[in-house]
């Protein structure tokens, strides 16, 4: 009988603890039915019981004065949620309704402008957690609304991000598609920005969900998804404590990682979606022009014929002074070199009428519109498709950057005011200031002394060093920024101590270390046999690779381009490039630097994270044609930087025949010697190589007693296939006085079987380098053994 009782009183004991679960494991702060907060009061909070996070009223316009929104902020003052996007002034009041069961944020005049629909769900109970949820609650345990389902503008760790979800900001919005892609809309139509899932995904998803690990890094969930996919990583992933990471859509356009320390207020953008902020569609407004001011991107008017639609604001966009339809004259094609209207789906897709999509070349692009009614501006791209685009009146938005081939054309009333373009004429107005200002110095010394010609001299010599100082210093600024400086060979001749510095000596010439005025120590490439270059040819592609950013990209700081020097001036990496890291040299020192079989393998993850980047991600780069050990860098930490990318582009005969040359033998694809066209298989052939090289620590083309006088590749795949995996890995891994090293065999045999995949000959057979990411994570399943 008592025995029973116990038993009983257990059972229901055990009941409730399941039942209080989750609140158990996370504690948190409970409001009561008819609390209220008032925004004349905005000391007045509900904290989360370790007060990391707290609810209450925060001013737009800082210190303290209205309007006010109702927010949820982390400590030191970010917000990551509000109820609402309405303001409210300092009348307001934020209430957990007494009765009705929902909140409700009021307004001055007694309006409700903002609540949480909970009206007759039988809330009875509403609480804040330390992650920053605030939660209304049935019967005390069951949730039935939660600010982490209804997200603003932020996504914070621990909070899902389903299919349902969206997140704001303006006509921004970022979603999570039942695919498993994730995009950037603007207006709800336009998608700007998109990723998706490899391929093997995708079709099988249930219930995809989205979130930010507290670590960094952003990933989307599936029950079909072993573990998570990746998405990005913030570049300070696995680091740091006591801060907080969030993903927020910001009023640009642009979606950002940012850290923030606790107790801090202030924000480190840690990761970005669109890395040129002027691709972000509608940025600029309607009929906008970004443009870059060297550091910030900017919004002009396509020329004179235009006005901004807000003197105050020019991202609101532009508009004609004079209507196309009221013209007195005639209608004429304004020309925008170097310009290009962004055209992304379903804009670039023959949607509607008049909007099309045209195989035609640059000067019908340009007069069939003009005599087409229904036609407002053209762009041709220039970019090898043979592509114009025909744009109907509507949302127009562009883009200006002096490495862009499009040419873009708008109907405006003749004549067309041909402008100077926006940034140059900005420096130019700067130049003639300073001019004058020297000018009139110079007359007023000169009257005063009567030694005219001598202090004219004195004065022109000491105000051009000043200058000079000054540009240098102007020059430093820029070194944060990404456009290239421009430096001169004098510069870099000083910097290099004259060439003395050799580090080494790429395909396309020898490499020094420099120092420059900032003390940054820099590698300066100088490149040989392009003398006859062309300047115009240099500056693009140097455009384009200052462009090109990715955490496993060598980043280009500047360049030379004076008479017949070209220079390219790069970030310096610390641990030299992986030759020197990687294969047996006798040299003791070097020896003891062996590298561990994980570095090993997040280098080749790198390695293949940087090439996909290049393949897939950058618009303006392709393939890069040259990749071999002594092509990738490492940095301190061990990071894979791919460096010599964009050098093919700059002359292709010259590459072939200096390869060939200088002997990259063994990474070179098959069909390179055959002179077939090159494509990005030919770079997956190159990466497969390196990464054979990589497990075992041997050149793929050595040749000795232990491979039976064959080619390590060939002896390797033989070994391999005979089950010897031990023979293939650098033996150096599994020494007795490495006993510290721990080598993942799971991921050894993936690597091996990866790159064997890669140096398939026929290239339709290898493997695309995005799937080789996902191969080499586990992610994908690799089809064992190669079709031959
Ligand atoms: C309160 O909101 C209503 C409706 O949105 C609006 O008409 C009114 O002007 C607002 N009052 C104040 C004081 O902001
Ligand atoms: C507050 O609680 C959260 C969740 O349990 C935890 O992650 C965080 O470290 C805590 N912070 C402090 C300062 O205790
Ligand atoms: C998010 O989803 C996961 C798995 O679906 C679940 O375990 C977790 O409790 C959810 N978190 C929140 C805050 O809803
Ligand atoms: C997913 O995104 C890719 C581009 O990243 C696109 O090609 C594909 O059509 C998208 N799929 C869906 C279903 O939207
Ligand atoms: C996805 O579905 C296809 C068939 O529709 C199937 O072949 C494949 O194995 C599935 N993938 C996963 C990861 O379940
Ligand atoms: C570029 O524009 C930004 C924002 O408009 C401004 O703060 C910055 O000073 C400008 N830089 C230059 C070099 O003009
Ligand atoms: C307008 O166009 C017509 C026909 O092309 C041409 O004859 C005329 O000279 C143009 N007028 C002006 C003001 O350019």
Redesign the pocket.
């Known amino acids: 009988m008592t025995l029973q009782i116990q038993s009983l009183l257990l059972l229901q004991l055990l009941s409730i603890v399941i039942l209080f679960l989750p609140t158990i494991l996370l504690a948190v702060t409970t409001i009561s039915p008819g609390s209220t907060l008032y925004a004349s009061n905005t000391s007045q909070i509900w904290s989360s019981p370790n007060n990391t996070f707290s609810f209450g009223f925060i001013p737009l316009n800082p210190p303290n004065s209205p309007p006010f929104l109702a927010a949820i902020v982390y400590s030191g003052g970010i917000p990551i949620w509000s109820a609402g996007t309405t303001p409210v002034d300092s009348a307001g009041y934020f209430q957990f309704h007494p009765t009705a069961g929902d909140l409700r944020l009021v307004n001055g005049s007694g309006h409700t402008v903002w609540n949480s629909s909970t009206v007759g769900l039988g809330v009875s109970s509403a609480s804040l957690d330390d ?1 920053g ?1 605030l939660v209304l609650m049935r019967n005390g345990a069951f949730p039935v609304w ?1 600010s ?1 389902d209804h997200p603003t503008d932020t996504i914070v760790p ?3 991000f389903s299919t349902r979800n969206s997140l704001r900001n303006g006509l921004f919005s970022f979603g999570l598609l039942e695919y498993g892609n994730i995009t950037l809309k603007w207006d709800d139509t336009t998608v700007y920005w998109s990723r998706r899932l490899g391929s093997s995904h995708g079709e099988n998803l249930t219930s995809p ?1 989205l ?1 930010l690990l507290s670590n960094g890094t952003l990933s989307v ?1 599936d029950r079909s998804i072993p573990g998570m996919a990746i998405i990005a990583y913030s570049n300070d992933h696995d680091e740091g404590s006591d801060m907080l990471r969030f993903l927020r859509l910001d009023n640009d356009g642009n979606l950002r990682i940012y850290s923030t320390a606790r107790g801090s207020g202030t924000l480190t953008v840690r990761w970005v979606a669109v890395e040129d902020q002027c691709r972000v569609f509608g940025y600029c407004g309607d009929m906008g022009i970004c443009s870059y001011n060297g550091t910030n991107p900017i919004c002009t008017c396509p020329s004179e014929n235009f006005e901004q639609v807000d003197p105050k604001d020019s991202r609101k966009g532009c508009q004609r002074k004079l209507k196309t339809e009221d013209c007195p004259g005639n209608l004429t094609m304004l020309v925008m070199e170097h310009t290009l209207f962004l055209t992304y789906p379903p804009q670039s897709i023959f949607a509607v009428e008049g909007s099309q999509v045209f195989f035609v070349g640059i000067s019908a692009c340009n007069s069939n519109c003009l005599v087409n009614p229904i036609c407002d501006a053209s762009t041709i791209l220039s970019d090898g498709t043979g592509m114009c685009y025909y744009k109907i009146p509507g949302f127009i938005t562009g883009y200006y950057n002096p490495a862009l081939p499009s040419t873009s054309y708008v109907k405006v009333c003749s004549p067309a005011v041909q402008n100077p373009l926006p940034y140059v004429q900005k420096v130019v107005r700067k130049g003639d200031g300073r001019m004058q200002a020297r000018a009139v110095s110079t007359v007023l010394l000169g009257s005063v002394l009567g030694w005219l010609a001598l202090v004219h001299t004195l004065w022109w010599w000491w105000s051009s060093t000043k200058v000079g100082r000054l540009s240098g210093k102007h020059a430093l600024l820029e070194y944060a920024s990404c456009a290239p400086i421009q430096f001169s060979y004098r510069e870099l001749q000083r910097s290099t101590k004259g060439f003395s510095d050799k580090l080494g000596s790429g395909g396309f010439g020898a490499v020094y270390r420099g120092t420059l005025a900032n003390r940054m120590v820099v590698a300066v490439k100088r490149l040989e046999e392009m003398e006859q270059q062309g300047e115009r040819q240099f500056r693009m592609q140097v455009a384009t690779i200052s462009s090109t950013h990715h955490l496993n990209l060598v980043r280009l700081i500047g360049f030379c381009c004076e008479g017949r020097h070209r220079l390219l001036v790069y970030e310096f990496m610390q641990n030299k490039s992986l030759d020197t890291c990687l294969f047996q040299t006798g040299d003791e020192k070097l020896e003891s630097k062996l590298l561990s079989w994980e570095s090993r393998f997040n280098i080749a993850l790198g390695i293949a994270r940087g090439i996909t980047y290049l393949h897939d991600e950058c618009r303006d780069c392709t393939v890069h044609c040259n990749i071999k050990p002594e092509n990738i860098l490492l940095d301190e930490n061990y990071t894979a930087k791919v460096s010599d990318f964009g050098l093919a582009k700059l002359d292709h005969h010259m590459h072939r025949t200096m390869t060939s040359v200088i002997g990259t033998r063994g990474y070179l694809a098959p069909e390179w010697l055959a002179n077939l066209p090159l494509t990005t298989k030919s770079d997956v052939y190159s990466f497969g190589m390196v990464l054979l090289e990589i497990v075992s620590g041997r050149r793929n083309f050595e040749v000795s007693a232990e491979t039976n006088w064959k080619r390590f590749s060939l002896w390797a795949y033989e070994e391999f296939e005979k089950g010897n995996v031990n023979g293939v890995l650098d033996g150096r891994l599994m020494g007795n006085h490495h006993h510290e090293m721990e080598v993942d065999m799971e991921e050894v045999v993936r690597a091996i079987q990866v790159s064997f995949l890669c140096i398939q000959e026929q290239p339709s057979r290898r493997p695309r380098i995005g799937k080789v990411v996902q191969m080499l994570q586990g992610i994908t399943r690799i089809d064992w053994p190669p079709v031959h």
């Open positions: 992650h949820n939660s982490f621990w909070q899902n969900s979130g969930f």
